[in-house]
């Protein structure tokens, strides 16, 4: 027999399992932890998943809309556990991993690594990087003068103070 009204809603129940195993793994190393509200906050969503997943058993198929609307829940549900998890370990806010997301797209969008530094015209200067030897020597050697002494012409020529009157241009 072929239901026509039938609803096909994905419980994704391998990703909850996952992320209660994630939550036991913090709660037996709790070093993982770094912000705990973010921690509890995700900790408060598995629970909602859970209880989501428990009435939509209890309701079974005589209810499509709840079917629905549980799976959708259940999904952005871990969706959330799974940023809070990844931020209350890795100890950063979410304006953090924003600002963080938004370099990485701007370095994958502009194909560097680095950013293009522009150095204003007044105010602040930028950091100097270290300033390295240029040339290496023993600290007993004696430094050696070098003299260039070039002849009086050669090199570019001098420009005249006055051009010579047969260059000027007639304006006549």
């Not at 072929?2 to 913090?26: K, N, R, S, W």
């Not at 991993?97 to 930028?126: C, F, H, N, S, W």
Request: net charge negative.
């Amino acid at each position: 027999m072929i239901l026509a009204d039938a609803v096909v809603v994905p419980q994704m129940e391998g990703v909850t399992t996952a992320i209660v195993l994630f939550v036991f793994a913090c709660v037996a190393w709790p070093k993982l932890v770094k912000n705990k509200t973010q921690f509890y906050a995700a900790f408060v969503m598995l629970l909602v998943i859970i209880f989501l997943h428990s009435l939509n058993i209890m309701l079974g198929r005589e209810s499509a809309g709840f079917q629905v609307f549980a799976g959708a829940m259940t999904g952005l549900l871990q969706l959330g556990a799974i940023v809070l998890l990844f931020l209350s370990c890795g100890g950063i806010t979410f304006k953090e991993l924003t600002g963080d997301l938004a370099r990485a797209y701007e370095v994958i969008r502009r194909g560097e690594e680095q950013k293009t530094v522009i150095v204003p015209i007044t105010g602040d200067m930028p950091n100097k990087p270290e300033s390295r030897p240029v040339s290496v020597r023993d600290d007993h050697e004696e430094p050696v003068e070098h003299r260039i002494d070039l002849p009086e012409g050669a090199g570019w020529q001098r420009k005249p103070a006055t051009p010579p009157d047969d260059a000027k241009i007639p304006l006549e």
